[in-house]
């Protein structure tokens, strides 16, 4: 499997989700923005995290906007994979890839810290190495986490089962102090009507090595593998 | 010509913003507020002296990048 690692100025975790990619086989390459096109053969789009533009405007409001989104909504539309993390959620919010804003986090406060997400689904390219409902504790680092949208569009994600990620605590509660900054419906994260565009908050690349920290973000780097080599 | 275009958010999209502002002026001993929007503005000058067509532009330019209007509302000003 072929990856696009899209760069922005200002992005700064494109290099971490570059190796999370390559330990479980997946090949990265770096794009820069203003391209016009993704490398022939991309299977999957990766936008990573970091502030793009300095957050200018609103979070991913001028990324959302760049040369290469277009080839990426071209790509989406013929059901290839997108993943937007972190910054790269906003993007793709912005962007129109994925319904919702992320608004400033409930408590004002930019939030770094481990924080445990249950995997809603574990039938998608992204989280067949999980298991059902598996809690996994992975890192969150954002001033603008907390998930919003009209009624109707929450009705549409809940009852076409879109949430990838919830907030919750190390037990899998939802609710309280299991979410971090206020999320409508604990959502951490939220598929594509296709399933094949994840945007999310957390930040699994981040643990993907026993020496700092945990592994548990790795599942989504051997799901995204082994659905490559299914498909190949 | 110049412009002004204001950002606002939507009624009942939550504001913490406006919130934390609307605390700190309480704090400051600022009678009567009874609450806080923090929006944005932007002046633009446009070379043009077409009225109507500077409108079209500007409603343009909220719809595709200014304004998030999943959240926020624009009002276009010619000045």
């Keep these: ?232 | 010509m110049k412009a002004r275009v204001t950002v606002t958010l939507k009624t009942g999209v939550l504001d913490p913003q406006g919130k934390a502002i609307e605390g700190a002026l309480r704090s400051l001993g600022i009678d009567g507020v009874d609450s806080v929007r923090q929006g944005k503005v932007f002046d633009i000058e446009l070379g043009t002296v077409d009225k109507a067509g500077a409108e079209a532009a500007l409603k343009n330019a909220c719809e595709k990048l200014l304004a998030n209007t999943v959240v926020e509302n624009y009002r276009v000003e010619i000045l």
């Design chain 1, 1 to 232: 499997m072929k990856a696009a690692v899209l760069l922005f100025p200002g992005i700064n975790r494109e290099n971490d989700v570059a190796r999370a990619l390559a330990q479980s086989g997946v090949k990265p390459t770096i794009v820069w923005h203003a391209e016009h096109d993704l490398p022939q053969g991309t299977d999957l789009v990766v936008v990573p995290g970091g502030f793009s533009y300095g957050d200018y405007l609103r979070c991913g409001a001028i990324a959302g906007r760049a040369n290469i989104m277009d080839a990426v909504r071209a790509h989406a539309a013929r059901g290839g994979l997108v993943l937007g993390i972190c910054n790269g959620f906003q993007i793709l919010c912005e962007s129109g890839l994925l319904p919702g804003v992320l608004m400033r986090n409930r408590d004002l406060k930019f939030i770094c810290k481990e924080q445990y997400l249950r995997v809603e689904r574990h039938d998608t390219a992204y989280t067949n190495a999980y298991s059902h409902h598996q809690i996994i504790k992975v890192c969150i680092a954002h001033g603008e986490g907390n998930y919003v949208a009209d009624s109707a569009t929450i009705q549409t994600l809940e009852g076409e089962g879109r949430v990838a990620f919830r907030y919750c605590d190390a037990a899998g509660h939802f609710g309280g102090k299991g979410n971090p900054n206020g999320s409508m419906n604990d959502i951490a994260g939220i598929y594509s009507e296709k399933l094949n565009v994840l945007g999310m908050m957390p930040h699994p690349e981040n643990l993907i090595d026993s020496l700092i920290g945990g592994i548990d973000g790795r599942g989504m780097f051997e799901s995204l593998g082994a659905f490559g080599a299914r498909a190949a």
